[in-house]
């Protein structure tokens, strides 16, 4: 008995902290007071008005601000407008491109060289497109398309459903593919710098290292994979090869999340209720949960109701910008630090 609890203890220190302290047994600190809403911040060009927008980015520089509307709605398919947008600081729309290609535009991933990567969720068999991941110069110039268009399976150059993307320092590229409701596999697939498939890992399921719904990624400091498995209320920590290394669940059910430069997590939760059925999650309140991705520790929560944020970004000076993907008035919200 004594050798079982030595082994267990020895498997913890060889994880890291896979449960760490839930903030269901504290009232997390309001951090609402700490910033005033600008739900109006970003302003569409030719007098646009905001479809449903379930990302936005920093640029490596920390100023300027790309996000993804849905043409208006929920799809592009009928649409010829641009989906992806760049913002300056006052919320002044400085680019905008990306039409005619996808479908749902769901995930953005700015680059360390400013490239602009953005997954499409969704097919539509109308126009053939759909369930790629683009790869935009930041000036719009397409140069890399993965996944067949308009092709939703599992494969190693197609894809399901893919949520979200980052990519490594070293230009690898790590696609979260599955999302709920669409009956696919969860899994999580790594490509090379040039889209070369490499490896996947992960399966539909609720123990460690399997996945329901991994709906956002981001990467810290140490290069650590952070993967938001939204349904199954908890993020999973992997390395690069796929090792699982950790699981939080004090961070709520995670749609969207972000690392900055000093490793602050930022992550939304649009959903938790203690009501039974879809987003299930006792003793946990929507909003955006702030913390430490070194430590797991939670600083605090910004309450977003009645908001339904999914992408979440924090620019240079802390600022923090969320997607609103549902509720009216849709658009990216600017939290601006005091």
């Known amino acids: 008995m004594r050798f079982a609890a030595f082994a267990f203890v020895v498997w913890l220190a060889s994880v890291g902290t896979v449960w760490s302290a839930s903030p269901q047994s504290a009232t997390p600190k309001d951090l609402g007071p700490s910033y005033t809403s600008a739900p109006d911040w970003g302003q569409l060009p030719d007098g646009r008005s905001w479809g449903q927008t379930s990302a936005v980015e920093a640029d490596p520089d920390g100023v300027q601000i790309w996000a993804l509307d849905r043409c208006g709605a929920n799809s592009c398919a009928k649409s010829m407008l641009d989906p992806i947008l760049e913002f300056d600081a006052a919320g002044k729309t400085i680019k905008h491109f990306g039409a005619g290609l996808m ?37 719009g110039k397409l140069l890399l398309t993965l996944g067949k268009a308009g092709v939703s399976a599992e494969g190693q150059d197609t894809f399901s459903a893919p949520n979200d993307l980052v990519v490594a320092p070293n230009g690898n590229i790590f696609v979260a593919d599955g999302h709920v409701g669409c009956k696919c596999p969860n899994r999580i697939v790594k490509f090379s710098p040039d889209g070369k498939f490499i490896k996947q890992w992960g399966k539909t399921g609720t123990a460690i290292g399997e996945i329901d719904d991994p709906h956002a990624m981001a990467m810290d400091s140490q290069g650590r994979l952070f993967v938001g498995d939204r349904q199954n209320a908890r993020i999973q920590i992997f390395d690069q090869d796929g090792k699982f290394l950790a699981a939080w669940k004090q961070f709520g059910r995670p749609s969207g999340m ?81």
């Open 103 to 139: 479908i749902q535009p769901h995930g953005i991933h700015v680059d360390k060289d400013g490239n602009v990567w953005v997954t499409d969720a969704q097919v539509d068999a109308a126009t053939h497109r759909g369930a790629q991941v683009f790869k935009f110069s930041p000036d």
């Open 258 to 338: 972000a690392i900055d430069k000093n490793d602050v997590l930022y992550v939304t939760d649009p959903e938790s209720t203690d009501q039974e059925g879809n987003g299930h999650n006792p003793g946990f309140k929507r909003g955006v949960w702030v913390g430490s991705a070194k430590t797991g520790e939670v600083t605090g929560l910004i309450p977003d109701p009645p908001l339904e944020t999914e992408g979440i970004a924090a620019d240079a000076a802390g600022n923090v910008y969320a997607a609103n993907v549902r509720t009216k008035p849709q658009g990216v919200h600017k939290y601006a630090k005091h």
